[in-house]
């Protein structure tokens, strides 16, 4: 989904270690994201040879809970909620009653809840459309977005530091799996994701409860590039 023209561009937690290490700022999915950092093109070739470290808070997370949580969801989303297993996740289009694509959505089982994953640009629109159509279903919707905050590892040792940092082994993980670990002492779930161009290693990403977390502890990310 596009974010309006005159829509207000977004700051994530890290913007200003980005802007530090000397980026050059973009906006992409509604948020102010780093294009480069002065050598595009060594960057590039890290992050093909190595790894990069991805700012990835575009993202919004809206959590929910409630017996009828998975029918509800199942209903009104494209792909199968209701035999998703725990910590495994898939994704689903939200369609208005004339098919028009709203938002595409990542939904994960998680033990007490679903959490559906979009983007930070329609967060405001999303949560509305979904709340709307809670009528008679036992589901309460919360945004849970400020709590968390999202990098991702992606290069061929992308799973090896991965293991390194957690001990989560990527390679064991199907696409869309979660595992909860630490990084440090910062609780995070690991979700493995295949690349879109295929034919490299697993990509991490990193879900770390709360966004603040990941600026205050300095997570540094001098290889950025834009997603």
């Not at 989904?1 to 000397?22: D, F, K, N, V």
Request: aromatic share 6%; glycine share 8%; net charge negative.
């Amino acid at each position: 989904m596009q974010a309006p023209e005159s829509a207000r561009i977004i700051e994530t937690p890290l913007a200003a270690l980005h802007q530090q290490a000397g980026a050059k700022m973009g906006a992409w999915f509604g948020c102010a994201l780093p294009g480069d950092f002065g050598d595009w093109e060594r960057e590039y070739w890290f992050a093909q040879k190595s790894v990069a470290l991805i700012d990835k808070n575009y993202r919004c997370h809206l959590s929910f809970t409630g017996p009828d949580r998975v029918r509800y969801l199942n209903a009104i989303l494209t792909n199968n909620i209701k035999d998703l297993a725990p910590s495994h996740g898939n994704v689903s289009l939200l369609l208005n009653p004339q098919g028009r694509i709203l938002a595409e959505i990542e939904t994960y089982a998680l033990a007490e809840s679903l959490l559906c994953v979009s983007y930070a640009m329609i967060q405001a629109r999303l949560a509305e459309t979904l709340e709307k159509y809670i009528i008679m279903d036992d589901v309460t919707l919360t945004d849970d977005t400020q709590r968390f905050g999202t990098l991702a590892l992606e290069g061929p040792s992308a799973a090896a530091i991965v293991t390194e940092l957690t001990g989560v082994d990527l390679n064991s993980l199907v696409d869309l799996e979660r595992q909860d670990a630490r990084v440090g002492t910062i609780p995070c779930s690991i979700i493995r994701r295949s690349p879109v161009s295929g034919g490299t290693p697993p990509v991490g990403s990193v879900v770390a409860d709360a966004a603040g977390e990941i600026e205050s502890r300095g997570w540094r990310a001098h290889r950025v590039l834009r997603a």
